[in-house]
């Protein structure tokens, strides 16, 4: 009887270990998954900055072209 009381106890002990080791698994994947989203936004503000200013350029460009003529 003690036997079963002792296995059940390491039982326990190693499915809250797996249960631990899961939680922290799950927890790493939403943070990369957060970081992921963080970077993409960084780039999408990157190119819409540079599409910007590119475009404000050719827009002053084209108004000097008009001007000049």
Same mark, same amino acid.
């Given at each position: ?8 106890v390491k039982q326990t002990?190693?499915? %809250? #270990?797996?249960? =631990?080791?899961? +939680? %922290? ?15 993409? #936004?960084?780039? #999408? ?8 200013? +590119?475009? +404000? ?5 084209v108004m000097? +072209?008009?001007? =000049?003529?």
């Open positions: 009887m003690t036997s079963d009381t002792e296995e059940e002990k190693t499915e %809250r #270990f797996a249960q =631990w080791l899961m +939680a %922290r698994q799950e927890k790493k994947e939403e943070k990369e998954t957060s970081l992921e989203s963080l970077m993409k #936004f960084n780039i #999408f503000l990157s190119i819409a900055t540079l599409v910007t200013v +590119a475009g +404000a350029t050719v827009a002053d460009y000097m +072209a008009y001007l =000049w003529i």
